[in-house]
């Protein structure tokens, strides 16, 4: 046979092949099962999460509940709050009865570093995961989600010197409650920057217990003592409008720098800033807290481990808030948002 035959022959055999392929049923394509999303279902669903704030209604806590439950909810998991309204003891009595109760997991944001620890510790070995959020105690339990206060009296400080160059050198420093942990890390924070800028003078360092009323009076007493004070180093937004309102009181908003922390809330974080009551105020984006403590979460219920079997931490990135950014849609989120 010639090749010009066999060329032709071929060609034939391949057109009826490809009319016989038209002509029969296409095979289904069949999916794969994903092995692992029906046991991390069964691990949530039905489950129980408690929060255990030091008080509701501000932006922090009910963000972080907010948050929470968005993130939770859809999988069949209950969450649940226990507000104990700045009362250690009724704190304490609140996580002593969830203990007895065994929800899946609690959400403890400390008050200090003392009081719940032990019963932090009884909780884990009763089979009750512990998540601390922001304001940690001396009891390291299964997740600590939160900022770095180290980090954070770092940065405010720095920029506080930095606002302070060529003028007096004075500061004051606006505590919050001296038994948290925030306070105290923060603090360490303040101090190391200090220690490597022997020009800068604190002429006063105070503790305001998180109360803006507090706050104002230290800081007008603080500027009455010295007019000629360059800049303050805060430690908690909700706080320090007190400070802020004193600065404004006496004439000196643009002249003493405000360096401060939180949640990043608009109404309070950006709003604060652009009016120039703050000049910078230090975010750790509570949405973003919010959801690192549902993952933890999600994360521990379907891993197999065991409360206290494992030990982590999550710090927040901080965001700066200046002027520059405080009308950007990225540095500050709405409470309203979290709640649809």
Same mark, same amino acid.
């Not at 394509?29 to 008080?55: H, N, R, S």
């Given at each position: 046979?010639?090749?010009?035959?066999?060329?032709? *022959?071929?060609? !034939?055999?391949?057109?009826?092949?490809?009319?016989?392929? #038209?002509?029969?049923?296409?095979?289904?394509?069949?999916?794969?099962?994903?092995?692992?999303?029906?046991?991390?279902?069964?691990?949530?669903? @039905?489950?129980?999460?408690?929060?255990?704030?030091?008080?509701?209604?501000?932006? !922090?806590?009910?963000?972080?509940?907010?948050?929470?439950?968005?993130? #939770?909810?859809?999988? &069949?998991?209950?969450?649940?709050?226990?507000?104990?309204?700045?009362?250690?003891?009724?704190?304490?009595?609140?996580?002593?009865?969830?203990?007895?109760?065994?929800?899946? *997991?609690?959400?403890?944001?400390?008050?200090? $570093?003392?009081?719940?620890?032990?019963?932090?510790?009884?909780?884990?070995?009763?089979?009750?995961?512990?998540?601390?959020?922001?304001?940690?105690?001396?009891?390291?339990?299964?997740?600590?989600?939160?900022?770095? /206060?180290?980090? $954070?009296?770092e940065r405010a400080t720095e920029a506080v010197v930095k606002?302070?160059? @060529?003028?007096?050198?004075?500061?004051?420093?606006?505590? +919050?409650a001296l038994s948290a942990a925030t306070s105290a890390y923060?603090?360490? &924070?303040?101090?190391?920057? #200090?220690?490597?800028?022997?020009?800068?003078?604190?002429?006063?360092?105070?503790?305001?217990?998180?109360?803006?009323?507090?706050?104002?009076?230290?800081?007008?007493? $603080?500027?009455?003592?010295?007019?000629?004070?360059?800049?303050?180093?805060?430690? /908690?937004?909700?706080?320090?409008?007190?400070?802020?309102?004193?600065?404004?009181?006496? @004439?000196?908003?643009?002249?003493?720098?405000?360096?401060?922390?939180?949640?990043?809330?608009?109404?309070?974080?950006?709003?604060?800033?652009?009016?120039?009551?703050?000049? !910078?105020?230090?975010?750790?984006?509570?949405?973003?807290?919010?959801?690192?403590?549902?993952?933890?979460?999600? /994360?521990?219920?379907?891993?197999?481990?065991?409360? +206290?079997?494992?030990? +982590?931490?999550?710090?927040?990135? !901080?965001?700066?808030?200046?002027?520059?950014?405080? +009308?950007?849609?990225?540095?500050?989120?709405?409470?309203?948002?979290?709640?649809?």
């Amino acid at each position: 046979m010639s090749i010009q035959l066999k060329r032709t *022959a071929l060609r !034939l055999i391949l057109a009826a092949s490809a009319v016989a392929a #038209l002509a029969l049923p296409a095979r289904a394509q069949q999916g794969l099962d994903e092995p692992f999303q029906g046991p991390f279902k069964a691990a949530l669903a @039905g489950k129980t999460v408690a929060y255990i704030p030091v008080a509701m209604n501000f932006d !922090l806590t009910e963000g972080w509940f907010a948050g929470v439950k968005r993130e #939770l909810e859809p999988f &069949g998991m209950k969450v649940i709050v226990r507000d104990p309204n700045w009362s250690t003891s009724a704190g304490a009595q609140a996580l002593t009865t969830l203990i007895s109760e065994k929800p899946a *997991a609690i959400i403890v944001h400390n008050p200090d $570093v003392q009081t719940y620890a032990k019963l932090l510790q009884r909780a884990e070995k009763e089979g009750i995961f512990i998540i601390q959020i922001n304001m940690g105690s001396v009891y390291r339990s299964s997740a600590f989600v939160g900022a770095n /206060w180290i980090e $954070v009296g770092e940065r405010a400080t720095e920029a506080v010197v930095k606002a302070c160059e @060529g003028k007096s050198g004075k500061i004051a420093v606006v505590q +919050g409650a001296l038994s948290a942990a925030t306070s105290a890390y923060t603090l360490k &924070g303040v101090e190391n920057v #200090l220690a490597k800028n022997p020009n800068i003078k604190v002429v006063s360092s105070q503790a305001a217990d998180w109360d803006a009323a507090k706050a104002k009076a230290i800081t007008q007493t $603080v500027l009455k003592q010295n007019p000629d004070l360059c800049g303050i180093v805060g430690f /908690w937004d909700g706080m320090d409008i007190g400070t802020a309102a004193a600065v404004k009181e006496a @004439g000196l908003t643009g002249k003493v720098f405000v360096a401060t922390s939180g949640g990043g809330e608009r109404k309070g974080a950006c709003e604060l800033v652009k009016s120039g009551a703050f000049d !910078l105020n230090l975010s750790y984006d509570v949405p973003i807290q919010a959801a690192d403590m549902a993952a933890m979460i999600k /994360w521990l219920l379907s891993s197999g481990a065991k409360p +206290g079997d494992v030990k +982590g931490s999550i710090y927040t990135t !901080l965001i700066p808030i200046t002027k520059d950014n405080a +009308g950007s849609d990225t540095a500050c989120w709405n409470l309203s948002d979290l709640k649809k």
